[in-house]
């Protein structure tokens, strides 16, 4: 090609490059260089809390170096850490237009990167560093190299393929710390007027940073170390360590430990209901049945959690959701003898596990040095008790078990946890004061895990009325979400 015909294929291209400039940008100069582009910033739908309350939102698009051409199908990742330590991993694909949006981004530093699809040249699609603010909307482009020559089309030139860009949708990855919802879904609820209703949190509500908790017993045998199942049973362990975190297994005694069938040797050992006082010679001086929270649903499962020798599980009575404060050592397999009659559901819930050999070995010494033996405890309604293990060779005093020296008692001293890695926190309001929402508190009827939720009666002629009740649950790092339902009043 000569000079002459270059020069005039090189102004050509200025031209067509001038015009389109001019129909994406009408204020655009002649040689104005595009580069990258703004796309417009979507808010946040979904409330989060984060440390002051605030939401942060990271979008862009994904285009071709010089001719803001949008490329779609382009995988983008956004890797990082927030500022409370929380490690996040999350992908989307740029839509039709390019664009992509990451929603409901903690505040801290993040690595965004691009993928360039096949057929375009990678001249440009470096990992980006960004550090996003609370309240931040923080808007980047990548820009990759042209069409490699042998995905060349003239499509690249029609009019359409440089129409205004659309608001990118949201992307459809998912990150660790993004939600603390757990697998039970809280939907709308429905009350009589006048009537009230209990919602255990802990049952639709799990910190994706949750793991086992490890707990200590220590008993009148030696410690016995248990690995608590957070994830797998959730309400029983909460439950469990609102009691505990309230100082209620303390001196307390084992009062049952019996043979299912009712002869042969022991295969559980039961404590949690009395709790005991002693003088400054270790002899009891009262013993008194421990007040109770609500109670929660059964969380059996004989397939995942049977009631193998060495694990802990929920006591309770034959109604199905009746546990409170009662527990129990499997010191023998009763994966039979304590399964369900239709399936999972329907047994006794197993939330823990003995950690070690020489918490095995302090367990089964009650059967070797204790005796099963009945007693009357002066208490309402469980005066009477069977098969209370008390040392080998006592014979109870008439007021068991004040008057018995604590050394010849099965008890619980003490228990030692640390804090729960998945420890959720609860406040409520309701915008209608019909309905009052209400959580339990620790020496309270009802446990920091239980949702109190009252209607009142209904105004003169009206047949129904709906109240919105908030939720701020917030987890140890003070992250959290916002959540809303309704409660229906008719």
């Known amino acids: 090609m000569d000079h002459a015909t270059l020069r005039a294929h090189e102004n050509h291209e200025d031209a067509m490059n001038n015009f389109f400039r001019k129909k994406r940008n009408p204020k655009a100069k002649a040689g104005q260089s595009f580069g990258k582009h703004q796309v417009p910033q979507l808010e946040s739908f979904e409330e989060r809390v984060t440390p002051v309350l605030a939401n942060a939102v990271v979008n862009g698009s994904a285009l071709v170096t010089g001719a803001t051409k949008a490329i779609p199908g382009v995988n983008i990742t956004l890797t990082g850490t927030t500022t409370t330590g929380r490690t996040i991993n999350i992908a989307t694909v740029t839509n039709a237009d390019g664009s992509f949006t990451f929603n409901q981004v903690l505040p801290g530093s993040y690595q965004v990167n691009s993928a360039v699809p096949t057929g375009f040249i990678n001249s440009g699609a470096s990992p980006i560093n960004l550090t996003v603010a609370e309240g931040q909307s923080v808007t980047q482009s990548f820009e990759s190299g042209s069409l490699s020559p ?37 939907g709308n609820q429905t009350l009589a007027p006048g009537s009230t209703t209990f919602l255990d949190l802990s049952g ?6 949750t793991t086992n908790t490890p707990i200590t017993f220590n008993t009148s045998k030696g410690a016995i170390n248990v690995t608590l199942l957070d994830r797998d049973a959730p309400q029983s362990v909460a439950n469990f360590l609102n009691y505990l975190q309230n100082n209620a297994y303390n001196n307390n005694l084992f009062h049952r430990m019996a043979n299912l069938s009712g002869a042969g040797a022991p295969q559980i050992l039961q404590g949690g209901q009395f709790k005991m006082t002693t003088d400054g010679s270790s002899n009891v001086t009262s013993a008194t049945e421990l007040a109770t929270y609500q109670p929660i649903a059964n969380e059996s499962n004989d397939t995942t959690r049977p009631n193998a020798a060495g694990t802990l599980a929920m006591a309770r009575t034959s109604v199905l959701t009746s546990a409170t404060d009662q527990f129990y050592f499997n010191i023998t397999d009763n994966t039979t003898a304590l399964a369900g009659t239709s399936g999972n559901g329907t047994g006794f819930a197993v939330f823990g596990t003995i950690s070690d050999q020489t918490s095995l070995d302090n367990l089964q010494k009650f059967t070797t040095d204790y005796t099963a033996q009945f007693v009357s405890v002066p208490t309402t309604p469980s005066s009477s008790q069977p098969t209370v293990p008390v040392i080998n060779g006592l014979t109870p005093p008439a007021a068991f078990p004040v008057g018995s020296p604590l050394t010849d008692l099965a008890t619980v001293t003490n228990t030692v946890v640390t804090t729960p890695t998945g420890k959720l926190t609860y406040s409520v309001s309701s915008d209608n004061p019909l309905v009052t929402a209400t959580i339990g508190t620790l020496n309270g009827s009802f446990s920091p895990n239980q949702l109190q939720v009252t209607a009142g009666s209904l105004p003169a002629g009206a047949t129904s009325a709906t109240a919105i009740i908030t939720l701020t649950v917030t987890d140890n790092r003070g992250e959290g979400i916002i959540y809303k339902f309704n409660v229906i009043v008719q």
């Not at 949708?169 to 990150?175: F, K, L, Q, R, V």
């Not at 639709?204 to 940073?209: A, R």
């Open 204 to 209: 639709f509500f799990l910190d994706p940073d």
């Open 150 to 186: 042998s995905r060349v089309s003239l499509s690249l030139f029609s009019l359409a393929q440089f129409s205004s860009v659309a608001a990118p949708t949201p992307g459809n990855g998912t990150g660790t710390g993004f939600n603390i919802q757990g697998a039970n879904n809280l």
